[in-house]
């Protein structure tokens, strides 16, 4: 009875308000955040939160976003960061999560502590408060979970945001910057949910979402004005890679990918984005006409790149979500690699055309240059090394040079400044796409595989991931300059989650000036004033040691704030601590020894 | 020998159902929390109690926030028949500095709580029950041995956003054991944050 009265009032709302009603939802644009200025620089409060949002009709989601506390009440995803090269950026991230999980700045150029891979673990409750200086050009980049086994369960619930870099050279070029009005980041990703629980799905089963959704919109329309608009694409996908184009298969140019700006657009009418990578593309939409909504973004992924190439209508070369789709909606028994959208061609977006802006200067033609970007090259190159891609036969986990990741594996170790050629070979039985954290690297060379041995127009710029299809092989270049740590290294890995998850990951550090091996055991400080009630200051004894790490914790062992190399100097903000007595834990930079205070907040 | 006639008649019974429904119902022992008011509650002082409704939630979990007033009115519209609601927040308070007793006493006071909050600092009862979400709910109900035994097991109904569209899955079992009835849908699935045990290594469901 319910059920039909819903039904009929449905039905006269469709009679009636046939002008208002659209079948899509408003495509969420994440707000944009420029963080709080102040005298060391800019301060990004960033709270992981659970939550939950009516995705499906029944049950609502349990779902997970990144919230400004107390600003935002985001159900899904998280704001944008807005970063300008050469800012000083203070993160405060707090985990209110039930459990540990961690935030990645992908493809941010920063020290290995600060960059939120495995090893900086934010435990359930704890403020984790990393800062860095934006060495990054401008680019597209993105935050996200990290924490090895639980990182598509992390990202599944919908936990992570875009990041985007500013700089003058960007500036002065005339693109469309206007955020929200012709400049759009879209994270295109999919879900799979469990029947009666609406659950999104997150086991290795569900690497392929059955519903497309971008920023956390299923079905989502966009009104993007009458002119050149930017997209900034992000492949959010656990696994499935997408082979994007609009809808008429007009052409459209990528000016930009993970590192940063190309040096020129690159006409395209179709664009292969596999998990983790970002292109920006311009799009112009000068010619369209106001308030047409018949264009849409669609990843073709029936007719992806190994396709065309090859002709065949088989997946011989391991394109995630080009295996066999299920017919039918699948729970958690779901078939394996079997997402409703698998080898299929779907709309990811439609467009509305609007009248072009006013209070924006429009952007009306592609520019035929960019910027200057210098590559390295094989001259520059002073190591080199190969990293081999295997396992995966038999439902087996896929691996890097054999081996399974483990937070305590042997790092491989890189000389600070160092220019190293990469070659990762992939004789394996299905694609992959390598990221390697800390810097960006130049693509030389592709060999093997269906691509054939030219690099990709797009593929041409700054990478932080690259394609790798079933037997092919890439060779990249690139420096590690700027940050050295012996103790904490960087992640390589699949960008695949599932994979990664799996353990085809691998970590190295990057090593400057020989580590000292001093044995002093303790660090003499003091803390004041004790007890304290908002700022705790220390009082190093002998000042040429070094504060590596600060921990507080609680004298029954809750961590609740993590300060990787504290500036200590003006002292520690301790009164969002509750009150109670607290254990710093201070490690030296030089000798790693732990020395702990105590000290009660009032 | 009233014993063994309760014996025999269960004997009885037993041969009527099936062999695996009888060894698969699940006993609750009588337990002892401490509620937000500082009384203790346990379920032995319910003297004339038909049955309770037990639901695992906490403080900040999103989800079970959602569920506050439907199990106000839950608590009423039961404790007339002699069923009686009780949450327990099972939340390690060592982890999660939200989860306090002092923080359950402000909810309770806020959001206007009429049935007991307790507190099961040691997890023992969660254990018990199975409880692994936020809400979660169960109704026991005591058999002719007088022992409770878990009738319902799962979430309260499957639209915590929208309860006006809700099919309510605690209140329809409720309502056929306060019948005679046998519950239809004795097992439906939770949704919501999990509990974590302290010191057990989480498994991924």
Redesign the interface.
């Known amino acids: 009875m319910k059920k039909t009265i819903n039904l009929l009032l449905f039905f006269t709302f469709l009679l009636l308000a046939n002008t208002g009603f659209s079948q899509y939802n408003v495509l969420n644009i994440p707000e944009a955040y420029y963080g709080v200025s102040g005298s060391t620089g800019k301060t990004f409060t960033l709270n992981i939160d659970d939550n939950v949002k009516q995705f499906r009709t029944g049950q609502a989601t349990v779902t997970g976003a990144i919230n400004i506390d107390p600003a935002t009440t985001n159900t899904f995803w998280g704001p944008t960061l807005i970063f300008n090269k050469d800012d000083v950026v203070h993160m405060n991230v707090t985990n209110n999560l039930n459990e540990s999980t961690t935030i990645h700045w992908h493809g941010m150029h920063l020290p290995a502590i600060m960059d939120g891979g495995p090893h900086q673990i934010i435990p359930a409750g704890t403020l984790w408060q990393p800062y860095w200086t934006i060495k990054n050009q401008a680019a597209t980049l993105w935050y996200h979970p990290h924490l090895h086994t639980t990182t598509q369960a992390h990202v599944t619930k919908g936990i992570g945001g875009f990041i985007i870099v500013k700089d003058p050279t960007e500036a002065a070029l005339p693109l469309p910057r206007t955020y929200g009005t012709d400049d759009i980041p879209l994270a295109i990703s999919s879900r799979r949910f469990l029947s009666t629980t609406n659950a999104m799905a997150a086991q290795v089963i569900d690497n392929y979402g059955d519903y497309s959704m971008i920023n956390g919109t299923m079905n989502p329309q966009v009104t993007l004005p009458k002119q050149v608009v930017r997209l900034r694409i992000l492949n959010a996908e656990i696994q499935r890679g997408l082979n994007i184009g609009f809808s008429d298969n007009r052409t459209f140019y990528v000016i930009g990918n993970d590192g940063g700006l190309l040096n020129a657009p690159v006409a395209v009418t179709r664009l292969a984005v596999q998990t983790g990578e970002r292109y920006e593309i311009l799009v112009n939409l000068s010619s369209d006409v106001v308030g047409a909504e018949t264009l849409f973004l669609k990843a073709y992924n029936t007719t992806a790149e190994i396709q065309l190439l090859t002709g065949t209508g088989t997946n011989t070369f391991g394109w995630p979500g080009l295996e066999g789709n299920s017919t039918t909606p699948t729970g958690n028994n779901g078939p394996i690699n079997g997402g409703l959208l698998n080898n299929t061609t779907y709309n990811l977006m439609n467009i509305k055309i609007a009248a072009a802006t006013t209070t924006v200067t429009p952007i009306t033609t592609i520019p035929t240059t960019l910027v200057n970007q210098t590559y390295w090259t094989t001259a520059d190159v002073t190591n080199t090394r190969t990293i081999n891609i295997g396992g995966g036969n038999g439902g087996s986990a896929f691996t890097l040079d054999g081996a399974l990741y483990s937070t305590t594996m042997t790092p491989k170790t890189i000389n600070l400044n160092a220019v190293e050629k990469w070659t990762i070979v992939n004789n394996n039985i299905f694609g992959h796409t390598f990221h390697l954290h800390d810097v960006f690297f130049k693509i030389i060379s592709r060999s093997g595989g269906n691509i054939g041995t030219t690099v990709r127009s797009f593929e041409q710029g700054w990478k932080d991931s690259v394609w790798l299809p079933i037997g092919g092989t890439v060779t990249f270049i690139a420096k590690f300059d700027d940050y050295a740590d012996s103790t904490w290294p960087y992640m390589y890995h699949c960008h695949a989650l599932t994979h990664e998850d799996e353990g085809m990951m691998g970590q190295f550090t990057v090593n400057g000036t020989l580590a000292t091996n001093e044995n002093v055991a303790h660090t003499a400080f003091k803390v004041y004033p004790n007890p304290v009630a908002n700022r705790l200051y220390i009082n190093l004894e002998n000042l040429d040691n070094e504060i590596y790490y600060i921990t507080i914790t609680t004298l029954e062992g809750r961590t609740a704030m993590m300060l990787p190399k504290p500036e200590w100097q003006n002292g520690i903000d301790v009164s969002s601590l509750a009150t109670g007595t607290y254990l710093l834990k201070l490690t030296d930079s030089k000798t790693k020894s732990v020395t702990t205070k105590k000290f009660i907040k009032i | 020998m009233k014993k063994t006639s309760a014996l025999l008649a269960l004997f009885f019974l037993a041969s009527s159902f099936s062999f695996r429904e009888i060894t698969t119902e699940k006993k609750i022992k009588n337990f002892s929390l401490k509620s937000t008011n500082n009384k203790i509650i346990s379920l032995e002082k319910y003297k004339n109690a038909k049955g309770f409704i037990i639901v695992f939630t906490c403080n900040?979990?999103?989800?079970a926030k959602?569920y506050s007033e439907r199990l106000n009115t839950l608590y009423t519209k039961y404790k007339s028949n002699g069923v009686y609601l009780i949450a327990i927040n099972a939340?390690d308070t060592?982890?999660?500095?939200?989860e306090s007793f002092k923080l359950m006493q402000n909810k309770v006071k806020k959001e206007k709580l009429l049935f007991p909050y307790l507190q099961d600092k040691e997890q023992a009862v969660a254990k018990q029950f199975g409880a692994s979400y936020t809400p979660q709910s169960f109704v026991i109900w005591k058999n002719k041995l007088g022992k409770w035994i878990i009738r319902y097991e799962g979430?309260i109904d499957?639209?915590?956003?929208?309860p006006t569209?809700a099919n309510n899955y605690l209140e329809t079992a409720v309502d056929e054991l306060v019948q005679n009835k046998i519950v239809t849908n004795p097992f439906?699935?939770?949704?919501?944050?999990?509990i974590?045990y302290r010191g057990e290594i989480?498994k991924?469901d």
């Open positions: 900040k979990c999103p989800m959602l939340m060592l982890v999660y500095k939200e979430s499957d639209s915590a956003l929208e569209k439906t699935k939770s949704v919501g944050c999990r974590f989480a991924m």
